[in-house]
């Protein structure tokens, strides 16, 4: 971008366009004024022609025929006699104003107009002399007219050097967007609030990506102290240490390490799913998924009542990772309901989405927590969640999972009458595909 001083180009632009137009106005003027002057010299030069032509039966002497004709302005007179005497200036060769009488006695009268001395010439040096002057004065002017013309765009530099300098929050604000400065400024103004709101969401992405790895480690810390505890122990005890005893330390061990190392592959999921799922998509049929998941839901908690509605919703996408999906969301209400209770599997179809909802008869999910629920390393019920060995990472995974298919994973309110969580999840039906559409109540905003 060229970067040119923007008062010496409009000042030198409007003083080009204001020669060009003095240009072409001197020349219209100058060809209207000569055809003018051209047409008004013959007219009087025919009018002296008749005077002459009048005065020839008067039989005047010479010098009265040039008294009388002579009469001044621009049109010039010359008498000559057959003796060879001349009255007035000799008129210029190839003068095409000249025209000429001539008596019956030799007398010879010429009439023309003298170029030098035509109205033309004066008013071609007038011209010439207003339009420099006209010129000159409008450039001088211009000069300080453009700077106060590009006042604005000096305050929007002035504002734009203090933001650079910490100085946030300033804005513009034009009075009027219709006009060029106007619409400038507000195009200025929406600038600063994207790049304010972006500075802004990368300072709280940055907050977040340093509490996360905080908590992370937190998390790590725990079973890693555990399981150098129970190592230690292992350690120290003697040959004659009760064997139940050894066992019992053994089986910690291992429970402590596998807790470690489901909380490294939930790490490992996360940054998969930030820096992009491989999905493997073929065609998945959720209603084979939820049978199966809730098969083997009911192997877990036998007292648990768990029931699959709706009709077979067949989507593109990966099998084991949708399995996953649904598998943490069975894993939860499971954990939530005690063990007895019911769980519900919902299927459906609408607005080119397919709908698996899981609902649960547990204690649900209050309103304030549930969007904070999928946010890292986040557990709504932390001694329940050490118990079982969760990590607060299962939903965020799951979301991640869904949302890497083009859908989405939202808990809803419970509808009247129950309390328990509501999971929906949905996802992008196969523009080639068409399913079947199911009907159920709306579960909440």
């Given at each position: 971008m060229k970067s040119g001083s923007l008062r010496l180009r409009v000042t030198l632009s409007v003083t080009v366009a204001?020669?060009?137009?003095?240009?072409?106005?001197v020349?219209?003027?100058?060809?209207?004024?000569?055809?003018?002057?051209?047409?008004?010299?013959?007219?009087?030069?025919?009018?002296?022609?008749?005077?002459?032509?009048?005065?020839?039966?008067?039989?005047?002497?010479?010098?009265?025929?040039?008294?009388?004709?002579?009469v001044g302005g621009f049109i010039f007179v010359r008498v000559q006699t057959p003796s060879g005497l001349d009255y007035g200036s000799k008129p210029p060769a190839d003068d095409p104003t000249a025209r000429?009488?001539?008596?019956?006695?030799?007398?010879?009268?010429?009439?023309?107009?003298?170029?030098?001395?035509?109205?033309?010439?004066?008013?071609?040096?007038?011209?010439?002399?207003?339009?420099?002057?006209?010129?000159?004065?409008?450039?001088?002017?211009?000069?300080?007219?453009?700077?106060?013309?590009?006042?604005?765009?000096?305050?929007?530099?002035?504002?734009?050097?203090?933001?650079?300098?910490?100085?946030?929050?300033r804005r513009l604000a034009p009075a009027r967007t219709d006009t060029e400065l106007g619409r400038t400024a507000a195009a200025f103004d929406s600038m600063l609030d994207e790049l304010e709101g972006a500075e802004q969401h990368a300072r709280h992405a940055e907050s977040r990506t340093r509490q996360f790895v905080a908590d992370a480690a937190h998390e790590l810390r725990t079973p890693i102290a555990g399981l150098q505890a129970v190592a230690e122990s292992v350690l120290q005890q003697s040959p004659e240490t009760d064997p139940e005893e050894r066992d019992r330390m053994l089986l910690l061990l291992v429970r402590e390490s596998r807790r470690a190392?489901?909380?490294?592959?939930?790490?490992?999921a996360l940054a998969r799913i930030d820096a992009g799922l491989d999905l493997q998509h073929e065609p998945v049929d959720l209603r084979h998924l939820a049978d199966a998941e809730a098969d083997r839901t009911r192997v877990l908690a036998p007292d648990l009542a768990i029931s699959v509605e709706g009709p077979s919703v067949v989507v593109s996408g990966d099998p084991q990772r949708l399995?996953?999906?649904?598998?943490?969301?069975?894993?939860?209400?499971?954990?939530?309901?005690?063990?007895?209770?019911?769980?519900?599997?919902?299927?459906?179809s609408a607005a080119g989405y397919a709908h698996l909802v899981v609902t649960d008869s547990g204690p649900g999910v209050p309103a304030a927590d549930r969007d904070r629920i999928f946010d890292r390393l986040v557990r709504l019920d932390e001694a329940r969640a050490s118990?079982?060995?969760?990590?607060?990472?299962g939903l965020p995974i799951a979301r991640g999972i869904c949302r890497a298919h083009g859908g989405d994973l939202r808990c809803e309110a419970p509808p009247p009458g129950h309390t328990g969580a509501v999971f929906r999840i949905t996802l992008p039906l196969p523009v080639t595909l068409e399913a079947p559409t199911i009907a159920f109540p709306a579960l909440g905003p």
């Open positions: 204001l020669a060009v137009v003095l240009i072409a106005l020349v219209v003027v100058d060809a209207l004024f000569s055809r003018q002057t051209v047409q008004d010299q013959g007219n009087l030069i025919r009018d002296r022609l008749q005077l002459a032509k009048q005065l020839e039966t008067r039989r005047l002497q010479p010098e009265q025929l040039y008294a009388r004709l002579a000429t009488v001539t008596y019956h006695n030799g007398i010879r009268i010429t009439f023309y107009a003298d170029p030098d001395t035509r109205p033309q010439t004066t008013l071609r040096r007038l011209l010439l002399i207003v339009g420099i002057s006209a010129l000159v004065i409008t450039a001088v002017g211009l000069i300080f007219l453009v700077r106060f013309a590009l006042r604005p765009l000096d305050h929007m530099a002035t504002l734009a050097r203090s933001i650079a300098a910490g100085d946030r929050g190392g489901r909380l490294v592959d939930d790490l490992l399995a996953q999906v649904l598998a943490n969301l069975m894993n939860n209400a499971r954990q939530a309901t005690g063990g007895s209770g019911g769980i519900a599997l919902t299927l459906g118990s079982s060995g969760g990590s607060g990472l």
